[in-house]
């Protein structure tokens, strides 16, 4: 009894898979499916049944045992492993637990073989994970340049766009100035390497995906060939805008075109216009901002072909996005107000760093803007808070990119310009308008004023005569124009605003050009400046 409870506490210390090795060795139907106890009770039963016999002949037992492990020790070596560990279990109890032990070791061995090399092929997982991973943000942001490798068999495509820098990437746009689903990732090291800017004009290449790769977001730019229209190794050379002398404008972008259009013909007289101008068209609603921004951009593409022409629309209508694109022989840039604050401010950063880039090679670039509360009312709505609120809901951070963008209006004395003719909505009502308009009012160096009672009465271009004007407007015009301008001044200072307008326009009607209508108002006008009142104008021919 004492050796039965010893054999079965044994087999309790013995795990599941041995004891059904146990079993099917000796012979047990059904092992397979026996659960612990069963396996141990079935075990203890068939042994204690061999053991009793072979008590009485210990010896005998003991020499047959040694006979057959002499007779077994050939057929061992070659027989296969699975065989010896199913005939261990036919020794005799010492050598069955001898051999059980053995194959314990050698399972402990190999599953410490298994778990080295389980942890080696984790390790080696690990690190291929790390490495793809590096390789992966390498690709995205890093300045690794394996990305620019491209083999005999790779097939290149060309493509062209605006690059724009973000914080540790670029894209090159591809279709337009906004995100698109066909825009090429850039790496900062092509970026660094280049000294690429934003709102560089680049061309270059990127690999065409093969078949059964991975698809990627964003296709990598691997090669390029020009920038700004230069080769990239004269493109480093650039210099930076802000490293430019800027100059009061001394070029004059004349608008008059044609003796009917009276807008630009107004405009030339009363708020003369220069390369570098910064100027602004203060206007109330239903004024006719947007047609005298259609009329200057057409004269001035006509007037100045060389002139690289960008118009800016943000948060505007669709239908006069479309009327602009139509009429206007330019660049148009448009964000309508169905679209998020962040693409209106996109767009507007883009653009002005363009025009940045094309005057560091020394062009010529008009920028016409409509709004700039519009876009002052976009960065208050996109930027992030600074915690100080001015009047009118405006914060105090949000005014800085509109500035930032009006400012960059200037001559290079180096060479080239930039002109930025910016609209400002004026009487809507608006406490916030009012705040983004203070802020600007003395920021330009010209001011082309509309009045909305001049529009009401229907009376076109309604323009202030008396408001509107140019600073330092010496320097654009010869000494005798602006001696004549400055009688006609004096003539129309004398009249309200209606009636200057009106006696202005008809006497434009009257003749075929500015010079024209100049040329008779000197021989007119008396040269004194008091007492003269419209009837100096009524003896115009």
Same mark, same amino acid.
């Given at each position: 009894?004492?050796?039965?409870?010893?054999?079965?506490?044994?087999?309790?210390?013995?795990?599941?898979? /041995?004891?059904?090795?146990?079993?099917?060795?000796?012979?047990?139907?059904?092992?397979?499916?026996?659960?612990?106890?069963?396996?141990?009770?079935?075990?203890?039963?068939?042994?204690?049944?061999?053991?009793?016999?072979? %008590?009485?002949?210990?010896?005998?037992?003991?020499?047959? &045992?040694?006979?057959?492990?002499?007779?077994?020790?050939?057929?061992?070596?070659?027989?296969?492993?699975?065989?010896?560990?199913?005939?261990?279990?036919?020794?005799?109890?010492?050598?069955?637990?001898?051999?059980?032990?053995?194959?314990?070791?050698?399972?402990?061995?190999?599953?410490?073989?298994?778990?080295?090399?389980?942890?080696?092929?984790?390790?080696?997982?690990?690190?291929?994970?790390?490495?793809?991973?590096?390789?992966?943000?390498?690709?995205?942001?890093?300045?690794?340049?394996?990305?620019? /490798?491209?083999?005999?068999?790779?097939?290149?495509?060309?493509?062209?766009?605006?690059?724009?820098?973000?914080?540790?990437?670029?894209?090159?746009?591809?279709?337009?100035?906004?995100?698109?689903?066909?825009?090429?990732?850039?790496?900062?090291?092509? =970026?660094?390497?280049? %000294?690429?800017?934003?709102?560089?004009?680049?061309?270059?290449? =990127?690999?065409?995906?093969?078949?059964?790769?991975?698809?990627?977001?964003?296709?990598?730019?691997?090669?390029?060939?020009?920038?700004?229209?230069?080769?990239?190794?004269?493109?480093?050379?650039?210099?930076?805008?802000?490293?430019?002398?800027?100059?009061?404008?001394?070029?004059?972008?004349?608008?008059?075109?044609?003796?009917?259009?009276?807008?630009?013909?107004?405009?030339?007289?009363?708020?003369?216009?220069?390369?570098?101008?910064?100027?602004?068209?203060?206007?109330?609603?239903?004024?006719?901002?947007?047609?005298?921004?259609?009329?200057? #951009?057409?004269?001035?593409? /006509?007037?100045?072909?060389?002139?690289?022409?960008? @118009?800016?629309?943000?948060?505007?209508?669709?239908? /006069?996005?479309?009327?602009?694109?139509?009429?206007?022989?330019? !660049?148009?840039?448009?964000?309508?107000?169905?679209?998020?604050?962040?693409?209106? $401010?996109?767009?507007?950063?883009?653009?002005?760093?363009?025009?940045?880039?094309?005057?560091?090679?020394?062009?010529?670039?008009?920028?016409?803007?409509?709004?700039?509360?519009?876009?002052?009312?976009?960065?208050?709505?996109?930027?992030?808070?600074?915690?100080?609120?001015? &009047?009118?809901?405006?914060? *105090?951070?949000?005014?800085?990119?509109?500035?930032?963008?009006?400012?960059?209006?200037?001559?290079?004395?180096?060479?080239?310009?930039?002109?930025?003719? #910016? $609209?400002?909505?004026?009487?809507?009502? %608006?406490?916030?308008?009012?705040?983004?308009?203070?802020?600007?009012?003395? $920021?330009?160096?010209?001011?082309?004023?509309?009045?909305?009672?001049?529009?009401?009465?229907?009376?076109?271009?309604?323009?202030? @005569?008396?408001?509107?004007?140019?600073?330092?407007? !010496?320097?654009?015009?010869?000494?005798?124009?602006?001696?004549?301008?400055?009688?006609?001044?004096?003539?129309?200072? #004398?009249?309200? %605003?209606?009636? #200057?307008?009106?006696?202005?326009?008809?006497?434009?009607?009257?003749?075929?050009?500015?010079?024209?209508?100049?040329?008779?108002?000197?021989?007119?006008?008396?040269?004194?400046?008091?007492?003269?009142? *419209?009837?100096?104008?009524?003896?115009?021919?």
């Amino acid at each position: 009894m004492t050796e039965t409870t010893a054999q079965d506490k044994g087999l309790n210390s013995k795990l599941l898979p /041995e004891l059904k090795t146990m079993a099917a060795g000796l012979g047990i139907d059904g092992a397979s499916g026996m659960r612990k106890a069963e396996l141990v009770k079935a075990i203890g039963a068939k042994q204690g049944g061999g053991r009793g016999s072979r %008590s009485a002949s210990r010896p005998a037992g003991a020499a047959k &045992s040694e006979s057959a492990k002499e007779e077994r020790a050939p057929r061992e070596e070659r027989a296969p492993r699975e065989e010896r560990e199913e005939r261990a279990p036919r020794n005799n109890d010492g050598e069955s637990e001898g051999n059980d032990r053995n194959d314990r070791g050698d399972r402990n061995d190999r599953s410490d073989r298994n778990d080295r090399n389980g942890r080696n092929r984790r390790g080696r997982d690990r690190n291929d994970r790390n490495s793809n991973g590096r390789n992966n943000r390498g690709a995205r942001g890093g300045d690794r340049d394996y990305d620019l /490798e491209v083999s005999d068999d790779d097939v290149l495509l060309p493509v062209a766009g605006i690059i724009d820098i973000l914080d540790n990437y670029a894209f090159v746009r591809t279709s337009g100035y906004l995100p698109g689903p066909n825009d090429v990732y850039v790496s900062m090291g092509l =970026v660094k390497r280049f %000294s690429l800017r934003k709102g560089d004009a680049v061309t270059g290449q =990127v690999k065409q995906p093969r078949e059964g790769d991975r698809p990627q977001k964003f296709n990598p730019l691997v090669r390029i060939e020009s920038i700004n229209g230069l080769e990239p190794d004269e493109a480093i050379k650039r210099v930076d805008f802000g490293k430019l002398t800027p100059l009061y404008p001394q070029d004059r972008l004349r608008l008059e075109t044609v003796p009917n259009n009276l807008v630009t013909r107004v405009i030339d007289l009363v708020a003369p216009i220069g390369k570098g101008q910064r100027g602004l068209i203060v206007s109330p609603p239903k004024a006719g901002k947007t047609m005298i921004l259609q009329n200057i #951009a057409n004269a001035i593409a /006509e007037n100045n072909p060389e002139v690289h022409l960008m @118009v800016v629309l943000v948060d505007e209508r669709p239908e /006069e996005v479309t009327d602009m694109q139509r009429s206007v022989k330019g !660049e148009v840039i448009a964000s309508t107000f169905d679209r998020p604050a962040e693409d209106h $401010t996109t767009i507007a950063e883009l653009a002005i760093e363009r025009a940045k880039r094309l005057v560091e090679m020394g062009h010529d670039v008009v920028v016409l803007l409509d709004s700039m509360t519009r876009l002052g009312r976009a960065y208050n709505l996109s930027a992030p808070a600074s915690g100080r609120i001015l &009047s009118g809901g405006v914060d *105090s951070a949000a005014l800085y990119p509109p500035k930032k963008f009006f400012g960059a209006a200037r001559n290079i004395e180096e060479g080239g310009s930039l002109t930025i003719l #910016a $609209t400002a909505l004026v009487d809507t009502g %608006s406490r916030m308008d009012e705040v983004i308009f203070e802020e600007f009012k003395g $920021t330009g160096n010209m001011e082309l004023k509309l009045d909305r009672r001049l529009a009401d009465r229907r009376i076109f271009p309604a323009v202030d @005569v008396e408001a509107s004007g140019t600073r330092r407007e !010496e320097i654009l015009l010869a000494a005798d124009e602006l001696k004549v301008i400055w009688k006609l001044r004096r003539v129309l200072h #004398a009249l309200d %605003s209606q009636q #200057a307008l009106e006696l202005l326009l008809t006497k434009l009607r009257e003749t075929k050009s500015n010079l024209d209508f100049l040329m008779q108002v000197q021989k007119t006008t008396p040269e004194a400046p008091g007492g003269m009142g *419209s009837d100096s104008m009524d003896n115009v021919d």
